[in-house]
């Protein structure tokens, strides 16, 4: 099983970025996702989730209106738009699956990928 996440770089405040993850190896339509991010010296937080087949779609305060989080289940692809990035945005991204049925959990990390927002 991978996760395997892109798009990440360099950019200046109030710029965008689109990450991606690419997953393998998983029935990626039978996972809820999620993005999580982590900066030098700071937990890891959750910055947005989506439901297996996208209708529903949660995100933290401080990313409301400015990231979006979507899917492709024909390419077994998550994504995170992000507009108008501020310096505070800048960590590690990392996406998150999780699939639970009944008693049960399967949960798989990718590795990360970093976003650097400064001018």
């Known amino acids: 099983v991978q996760l395997v996440e892109s798009g990440g770089g360099l950019v200046q405040p109030g710029g965008s970025l689109r990450l991606s993850c690419a997953a393998s190896g998983v029935t990626f339509s039978m996972y809820d996702m999620s993005w999580y991010r982590q900066a030098p010296g700071k937990e890891r937080e959750l910055v947005a989730s989506i439901s297996r087949a996208g209708g529903s779609t949660n995100y933290a305060d401080s990313v409301t209106g400015r990231f979006t989080i979507s899917r492709d289940n024909a390419k077994d692809t998550l994504y995170l738009q992000m507009n108008s990035l501020k310096p505070e945005d800048t960590a590690v991204y990392y996406c998150?699956?999780?699939?639970?049925?009944?008693?049960?959990?399967?949960?798989?990390w990718g590795q990360g990928t970093q976003v650097t927002v400064s001018s």
């Open positions: 998150y699956g999780q699939r639970v049925w009944g008693t049960n959990k399967l949960s798989y």
